[in-house]
């Protein structure tokens, strides 16, 4: 999206919640998230053998969910090293190559007990965040809302949107759902107040 900015490099697995741990540092972040139903890989990661170590090292997961097309990567190595289900909305399937989309997923289905998908489109047609319903709630925002070096919240630049406005609109869909953590698939992860941030920035704009 940028240029000019570390991004998946690799680092130690480093928790941020209870049983949420992020994977990449720099601008663009991936993330594991455990759940008694199974983890979940929020996002592909690089295909590199440090990831593949760190991913055992948290209990393997058994979906890929991909919260648009952008972040697709090389999801089908994930599918085939790991045996991993790949969810993503069926708007945005169809840049998923050389794998099956084993769960094509809707708004308010949910991929384990905890976790409920939000179809949140106008970045692009697909886009979809995950809500982990654990504690005070974790939004995995996607690129629906993304956050700057100091935290700041910000809408993808809409050069890189489908939709604009829709996308602008699509920020009211996440304040229906309560959550107190923010994490970008671009930026630094808010882990506190982010649902009132999110509500501030909302009428700002």
Known sequence: METGVPTLERIAPLMLLEGVYQLCPGWEKRYLVRTPQGNILVDTPPATEGIFADIASLGGAEILF???????????????RLGLRIAIHPDDAGYVTSAPVDLP???????????????????SPGSCAL??????????????????ERGELRLPLEGYSDAPRRARHALSRLLRYSFDALLPAHGVPILTDAHTLLREFVARH
């Open 66 to 80: 991909i919260t648009h097309r952008d972040t697709v990567g090389d999801a089908w190595i994930f599918h085939e």
């Open 105 to 123: 997923i809707h708004d308010g289905d949910r991929l384990t007990a905890e976790t409920r998908v939000i179809h949140a489109p106008g970045h």
């Open 131 to 148: 809500l982990l319903e654990r504690g005070e709630g974790a939004l995995f925002s996607g690129d629906v809302v993304i956050t700057g």
